[in-house]
């Protein structure tokens, strides 16, 4: 038999963890009760009962839907499954309220609630960690596919990230008779081809990785079929990428990939409600940061008495419409005298106290009123130059696509990777553009934010990201002259 996690076992498990989530949520309402209400009898459970059964339900129900209970809610960081589980809770108890105002005699009173969610929102979180804790316990078998160097070259990259859930286990080799014995891969190696329902037995593989060009050879699918029907999952490597690390190698899309990600259909809801948040949260951030902003421009003046309080520059936004972003001065005036250039991390030509406000972003406030007027957005890939725009355009394939979407005041990149000033940082932030532009959402968003504010007032990324970044750094990925597609991209276009 193939060992793996099957359907049903999964879906056994979904349901336990479904019905615990219930049983606390009652527990937690029920002990509320009981606290608040000193005669708290089984007549008063009675009448209380319905709205306390909806609130057991909806709770779980909004977990399920918002995929904790799915095993790539173990990927996500504590931090943010643990934001996203109270947000979850509290759209429960909005469901509970609102049933609750058609029967105002079982209505839940805001003693009780407030009681109910230090204790229901702590077994919840301990019973998530305990979740979290037994899927990272299972870690999936995996093996790759391998057609050539590429897909051998993203096997090596696999053993260098960390932080992974999965096992890898081996390749398997499918090339040709012909290409196997000229050309020999005996590192981790498997088997091939025609031993492949064997070899995913024999090796216990929960989770088989493949690339797209694998999906167009005939014979190739057929003894993957196979293997799928008996319980194995069948993943492309680039989704096991944007699964185990939010990012999206460049080197493995192409533009079936680029299409796919920019079809999904929530595309259009999205922008709006990002647009309405963008109205609403710069006015009232920007009322909150004016006094902040009122020391930082007084503190230039005297500093750097020469120049203006403000930077202007041309940026690139949206489809490359030029727009000029509002920045606080932190350099000398005759910073650029020679010609753009990339900031560094200790740039000689910041002046006194300019390197404080570039650290905790104090500099980037005025910004908001470019939010405020479309031009950017709260959250999205840098806003860039247009000079730089060009350079990296015939160095990097498909980094136009991140003018596709509205820039940011920051983004998934910013708090995932370092500073850097290179164009392979450019590269390794544009993979986790693309992530993003794929995965936009609200609730995405809130996350960036959220640790955008923890980077803000720690001053810097976490030691995690620097780790993974180096990790990534270890690793030279192959030349995009192998890559005909992303070659192609590499020539200037109009976007």
Not at 237 to 246: G, L, M, P, R, S
């Amino acid at each position: 038999m193939i060992h793996s996690v099957k359907g049903k076992e999964r879906w056994n498990a979904t349901r336990n963890h479904f019905i615990l989530d219930a049983a606390i949520v009652f527990a937690g309402m029920v002990a509320a009760s009981a606290v608040r209400f000193q005669d708290f009898t089984p007549p008063v459970v009675l009448r209380y009962l319905p709205i306390l059964l909806i609130a057991s339900i909806a709770v779980p129900a909004i977990l399920y839907g918002a995929g904790l209970y799915s095993v790539r809610a173990v990927h996500l960081k504590k931090r943010h499954r643990y934001f996203l589980l109270g947000l979850c809770y509290l759209a429960g108890v909005v469901v509970m309220l609102t049933f609750g105002s058609l029967d105002f005699s079982s209505r839940v009173g805001r003693g009780v609630l407030a009681i109910s969610f230090p204790i229901t929102f702590a077994l919840l979180m301990a019973h998530h960690a305990f979740l979290a804790r037994l899927t990272l316990g299972y870690r999936e078998r995996v093996a790759v596919l391998v057609t050539g160097k590429q897909d051998y070259e993203s096997w090596q990259q696999l053993q260098l990230l960390r932080g992974s859930a999965a096992q890898l286990i081996g390749i398997i080799d499918v090339r040709s008779p012909q290409e196997r014995r000229d050309h020999p891969l005996e590192s981790n190696l498997l088997g091939a081809r025609d031993d492949l329902m064997t070899v995913v037995e024999d090796n216990n593989i929960d989770t088989v990785l493949c690339s797209g060009r694998h999906l167009k050879d005939a014979h190739l699918v057929s003894k993957l079929r196979e293997v799928c029907f008996g319980g194995v999952r069948l993943c492309r490597i680039v989704d096991f990428f944007e699964e185990n690390y939010h990012t999206v190698p460049v080197w493995l899309i192409d533009l079936d990939w680029l299409l796919s990600a920019s079809s999904l259909p929530h595309r259009g809801y999205v922008r709006k409600w990002k647009r309405l948040f963008d109205i609403a949260a710069s006015a009232i951030v920007g009322l909150f940061l004016f006094p902040f902003l009122l020391v930082a421009m007084a503190w230039v003046r005297i500093v750097s008495p020469e120049g203006p309080v403000f930077f202007r520059q041309i940026r690139c936004g949206r489809l490359g419409r030029k727009f000029e972003v509002l920045k606080l001065r932190t350099m000398r005036v005759d910073a650029e005298s020679d010609g753009p250039k990339w900031a560094s991390k200790n740039d000689p030509r910041v002046f006194l106290g300019g390197g404080f406000l570039r650290k905790f972003r104090i500099d980037e406030i005025p910004q908001l009123w470019n939010i405020l007027r479309g031009d950017m957005s709260f959250v999205g890939p840098r806003p860039e130059r247009p000079d730089f725009i060009e350079q990296l355009s015939t160095e990097i394939p498909y980094f136009r696509e991140r003018l596709l979407v509205a820039p940011g005041l920051t983004g998934w990149a910013q708090v995932n990777y370092p500073y850097g000033a290179t164009t392979q940082d450019a590269r390794r932030k544009l993979e986790y553009d693309l992530y993003y532009m794929k995965h936009m959402t609200l609730t995405l968003d809130m996350f960036v934010l959220l640790d955008t504010v923890r980077i803000v007032l720690t001053g810097g990324v976490s030691q995690r990201a620097l780790d993974d970044a180096a990790s990534r750094e270890a690793f030279v990925s192959r030349p995009e002259a192998d890559n005909e597609e992303a070659q192609e991209q590499l020539a200037p276009s109009v976007v």
